[in-house]
């Protein structure tokens, strides 16, 4: 498989799960820890995906902040992500368990627009590279 494809199937696999972040958001009662998985999983494989583009091989680790770092040897721009990497990276795990009250609705709507805007980020950022 190319590079580009590769990151093809990254940003895919990451819109899915974007996708699949939104659509419970309609259900009573919500499934938050699943929302909010999702939305971790959406940008740990976008910022994969730009990893990739800069043909480098993703680290098998769910910690945002760690991809960043990554990232921003390439572009010091996604420093700009870090509240959202911060926040998101703790749904990777905490909320695959039970935990009571560990995530509420206005946590879960915040989840969602930070990984709407960190999935954007990133797919700007690489149709630039595309065009270049």
């Not at 560990?102 to 950022?125: F, N």
């Amino acid at each position: 498989m190319s590079r580009k494809d590769l990151v093809g199937e990254w940003l895919a696999s990451g819109l899915r799960d974007l996708d699949s972040a939104k659509f419970p958001m309609a259900m009573r009662p919500k499934p938050l820890e699943i929302i909010g998985f999702h939305c971790q999983q959406a940008v740990e494989k976008h910022l994969k995906a730009f990893l990739v583009s800069n043909a480098l091989v993703p680290d098998k680790t769910h910690d945002l902040l760690f991809l960043l770092r990554e990232c921003s040897a390439f572009d010091s721009d996604f420093q700009n992500l870090a509240p959202a990497c911060a926040m998101l990276t703790e749904y990777a795990v905490r909320t695959r368990y039970p935990h009571p009250g560990t995530v509420d609705e206005p946590m879960i709507g915040a989840a969602i627009d930070h990984a709407s805007g960190a999935t954007d980020y990133v797919r700007r950022l690489l149709d630039g590279k595309d065009s270049a």
